[in-house]
Protein backbone atom coordinates (compact mmCIF):
# COMPACT_ATOMS: atom_id res chain seq x y z
CA UNK A 1 0.00 0.00 0.00
CA UNK A 2 1.53 3.31 -1.19
CA UNK A 3 0.92 6.18 1.30
CA UNK A 4 1.15 9.67 -0.17
CA UNK A 5 2.02 11.95 2.51
CA UNK A 6 0.09 15.46 1.94
CA UNK A 7 1.67 19.07 2.72
CA UNK A 8 0.99 20.47 5.62
CA UNK A 9 1.03 24.21 6.26
CA UNK A 10 -0.94 25.22 9.45
CA UNK A 11 -0.67 27.87 12.34
CA UNK A 12 -0.13 26.26 15.87
CA UNK A 13 -0.20 29.53 17.93
CA UNK A 14 -0.58 32.69 17.24
CA UNK A 15 1.08 35.52 19.85
CA UNK A 16 3.02 38.87 21.44
CA UNK A 17 6.64 37.96 21.66
CA UNK A 18 8.00 40.91 22.47
CA UNK A 19 6.25 44.18 22.83
CA UNK A 20 7.78 47.65 24.81
CA UNK A 21 6.89 51.37 23.95
CA UNK A 22 8.77 54.41 24.86
CA UNK A 23 7.46 58.16 25.41
CA UNK A 24 11.01 59.64 26.42
CA UNK A 25 10.08 63.07 26.05
CA UNK A 26 6.61 63.13 27.51
CA UNK A 27 4.65 65.16 29.19
CA UNK A 28 6.42 68.16 27.14
CA UNK A 29 5.96 65.72 23.86
CA UNK A 30 2.56 66.40 23.71
CA UNK A 31 2.02 70.27 24.30
CA UNK A 32 4.41 70.50 20.29
CA UNK A 33 1.97 70.65 17.50
CA UNK A 34 3.70 69.30 14.66
CA UNK A 35 3.61 66.42 12.77
CA UNK A 36 6.42 63.78 13.47
CA UNK A 37 8.38 61.80 10.81
CA UNK A 38 7.81 58.38 11.31
CA UNK A 39 10.22 55.10 10.16
CA UNK A 40 9.03 52.08 10.08
CA UNK A 41 11.64 48.89 10.05
CA UNK A 42 10.79 45.28 9.72
CA UNK A 43 12.84 42.25 10.53
CA UNK A 44 11.64 38.20 9.96
CA UNK A 45 13.15 35.07 11.77
CA UNK A 46 12.66 32.01 12.15
CA UNK A 47 13.49 29.02 14.20
CA UNK A 48 13.00 25.15 14.15
CA UNK A 49 11.24 24.73 17.48
CA UNK A 50 10.32 20.57 16.72
CA UNK A 51 9.49 17.62 14.10
CA UNK A 52 8.09 20.12 11.34
CA UNK A 53 6.77 23.01 13.54
CA UNK A 54 8.67 26.55 13.21
CA UNK A 55 8.62 29.28 15.08
CA UNK A 56 8.33 32.48 13.38
CA UNK A 57 8.92 35.97 14.37
CA UNK A 58 7.60 39.22 12.93
CA UNK A 59 9.39 42.54 14.67
CA UNK A 60 8.12 46.07 13.98
CA UNK A 61 9.57 49.17 15.20
CA UNK A 62 8.20 52.48 14.88
CA UNK A 63 10.15 55.48 15.18
CA UNK A 64 8.28 58.78 15.81
CA UNK A 65 10.58 62.36 15.64
CA UNK A 66 10.31 65.70 15.57
CA UNK A 67 13.86 66.93 15.29
CA UNK A 68 16.40 65.19 17.08
CA UNK A 69 13.48 64.70 20.13
CA UNK A 70 11.75 60.94 20.02
CA UNK A 71 8.16 61.39 20.46
CA UNK A 72 7.59 57.62 21.08
CA UNK A 73 8.97 54.38 19.73
CA UNK A 74 7.23 51.44 19.66
CA UNK A 75 8.31 48.05 19.40
CA UNK A 76 6.52 44.34 18.49
CA UNK A 77 7.50 40.75 17.93
CA UNK A 78 4.36 38.83 16.60
CA UNK A 79 5.44 35.80 16.53
CA UNK A 80 3.94 32.10 15.51
CA UNK A 81 4.09 28.49 15.91
CA UNK A 82 3.73 27.33 12.50
CA UNK A 83 3.56 23.36 11.63
CA UNK A 84 5.17 22.81 8.03
CA UNK A 85 5.36 19.43 7.07
CA UNK A 86 5.67 17.26 3.92
CA UNK A 87 7.06 20.20 2.47
CA UNK A 88 9.75 19.93 -0.22
CA UNK A 89 12.91 21.28 1.69
CA UNK A 90 13.34 24.38 -0.69
CA UNK A 91 10.35 25.52 -0.26
CA UNK A 92 10.42 25.75 3.51
CA UNK A 93 12.56 28.76 3.95
CA UNK A 94 9.93 30.63 1.07
CA UNK A 95 7.28 29.73 3.40
CA UNK A 96 8.87 31.18 6.53
CA UNK A 97 10.45 34.01 4.95
CA UNK A 98 7.05 35.17 3.49
CA UNK A 99 3.79 32.76 4.26
CA UNK A 100 4.03 33.52 7.45
CA UNK A 101 4.84 36.93 8.22
CA UNK A 102 2.21 37.52 5.50
CA UNK A 103 -0.05 36.06 8.23
CA UNK A 104 1.38 37.23 11.60
CA UNK A 105 1.30 41.28 9.28
CA UNK A 106 -2.31 42.29 10.48
CA UNK A 107 -1.86 41.31 14.24
CA UNK A 108 1.17 43.23 14.22
CA UNK A 109 -0.19 46.11 12.82
CA UNK A 110 -3.31 45.82 15.28
CA UNK A 111 -0.68 45.67 18.47
CA UNK A 112 1.84 49.17 16.97
CA UNK A 113 -1.65 50.90 16.53
CA UNK A 114 -3.16 49.89 19.77
CA UNK A 115 0.18 50.66 21.74
CA UNK A 116 0.88 53.92 19.61
CA UNK A 117 -3.02 54.74 20.86
CA UNK A 118 -2.34 53.68 24.60
CA UNK A 119 0.16 56.50 24.45
CA UNK A 120 -1.86 59.12 23.84
CA UNK A 121 -1.01 59.77 20.06
CA UNK A 122 -2.92 59.43 16.72
CA UNK A 123 -2.83 54.99 15.79
CA UNK A 124 -0.50 54.58 13.25
CA UNK A 125 -1.51 52.39 10.41
CA UNK A 126 1.06 50.11 8.77
CA UNK A 127 0.63 49.54 4.99
CA UNK A 128 0.51 46.56 3.57
CA UNK A 129 3.89 45.12 3.04
CA UNK A 130 5.04 43.09 0.13
CA UNK A 131 7.20 40.40 2.13
CA UNK A 132 8.12 38.37 -1.23
CA UNK A 133 9.34 41.39 -2.41
CA UNK A 134 11.31 41.92 0.76
CA UNK A 135 12.82 38.16 0.48
CA UNK A 136 13.71 38.25 -2.95
CA UNK A 137 15.84 41.61 -2.26
CA UNK A 138 17.33 39.97 0.76
CA UNK A 139 18.09 36.96 -1.39
CA UNK A 140 20.09 39.55 -4.30
CA UNK A 141 21.94 40.95 -1.25
CA UNK A 142 23.21 37.43 0.01
CA UNK A 143 24.41 36.21 -3.59
CA UNK A 144 25.54 39.98 -4.13
CA UNK A 145 27.85 39.90 -0.66
CA UNK A 146 28.20 36.63 0.37
CA UNK A 147 26.09 38.06 3.79
CA UNK A 148 22.82 38.05 5.02
CA UNK A 149 21.01 41.46 5.00
CA UNK A 150 18.07 42.70 7.38
CA UNK A 151 15.94 44.72 4.88
CA UNK A 152 14.25 47.85 6.57
CA UNK A 153 11.14 49.64 4.76
CA UNK A 154 10.25 53.45 5.15
Known sequence: MEQNAQPVFGIEKLYVKD????VP??????LEREQPQVEIQLNTGGRTVGDGVYEVVLTVTVTAKMGDKTVF??????????????????QIEPLIAVACPNILFPY?????????????????VLQPVNFEGMYMQRLQQQEQSGAPAEVSIQ
Open 19 to 22: LSIE
Open 108 to 124: AREAVSDAVSRAGFQPI
Open 73 to 90: LVEVGQAGIFRIQNVPEE
Open 25 to 30: NAPEIF
